[in-house]
């Protein structure tokens, strides 16, 4: 299993990102997907997630209306377009893989394989 | 949203000391609780699923309890690999927020 992120840098505020995550060794198509997030120094901040065939998305009040998860079942492809960015969404960018265990009457969810990560700065 | 919330934010301790970290949530998650390692610069690396289950390849030195609101890490003979920072995730419900992490240092 392997998750590989690109597409960080550093861009202004107001400015626009797409991040991409490229996994292999899994069938990409049969996981739920999340993006998390890590400030400077700071904690873990979950930021969305996508369901398998993308037909439902999930997001953290924070990048509501300003950042857009999706995915490329074909090329076996994670996104994370990022616009208005703010100073506050510098961070490192985390992809992960949902593991699903099924419970008696619901499915359980962890992150079990991550990228290594992508930075973002938003600074002028 | 769920609030998580891990105590101590951090501790000092030995190899081979016994280390226990909590986490709370804000209202009950049954046992949809994971815990992360993560050393610096590193990303974060699934310890226990499901309040208790141990992640393949995860020592059985660690080991996790607890269901709806209150939840235990336990390390039961702390190594030197063990320094890192230690988070709690609740899957309950989206956002899946994650407590602030516990650090983990050497005495």
């Known amino acids: 299993v392997q998750l590989v992120e690109s597409g960080g840098g550093l861009v202004q505020p107001g400015g626009s990102l797409r991040l991409s995550c490229a996994a292999s060794g899994f069938t990409f198509s049969s996981y739920w997907m999340t993006w998390v997030r890590q400030a400077p120094g700071k904690g873990l901040e979950w930021v969305a997630n996508i369901k398998q065939d993308g037909s439902e998305k999930n997001y953290v009040d924070s990048v509501k209306g300003r950042f857009t998860i999706s995915r490329d079942n074909a090329k076996n492809s994670l996104y994370l377009q990022m616009n208005s960015l703010r100073a506050e969404d510098t961070a490192v960018y985390y992809c992960a893989r949902d593991g699903t265990v099924r419970g008696i009457i619901a499915y359980f969810y962890y992150m079990d394989a991550w990228g290594k990560g992508t930075t973002v700065t938003v600074s002028s | 949203d769920i609030q998580m919330t891990q105590s101590p934010s951090s501790l000092s301790a030995s190899v081979g000391d016994r280390v226990t970290i909590t986490c709370r949530a804000s209202?009950?998650?049954?046992?949809?609780l994971n815990w992360y390692q993560q050393k610096a610069g590193k990303a974060p690396n699934l310890l226990i699923y499901?309040?208790?289950s141990l992640q393949s390849g995860v020592p059985s030195r660690f080991s996790g309890s607890g269901s709806g609101t209150d939840f235990t890490l336990t390390i039961s003979s702390l190594q030197p690999e063990d320094f890192a920072t230690y988070y709690c995730q609740q899957s309950y419900s989206n956002p899946r927020t994650f407590g602030q992490g516990t650090k983990v240092e050497i005495k």
């Open positions: 209202q009950t998650i049954s046992s949809n």
């Open positions: 499901v309040a208790s």
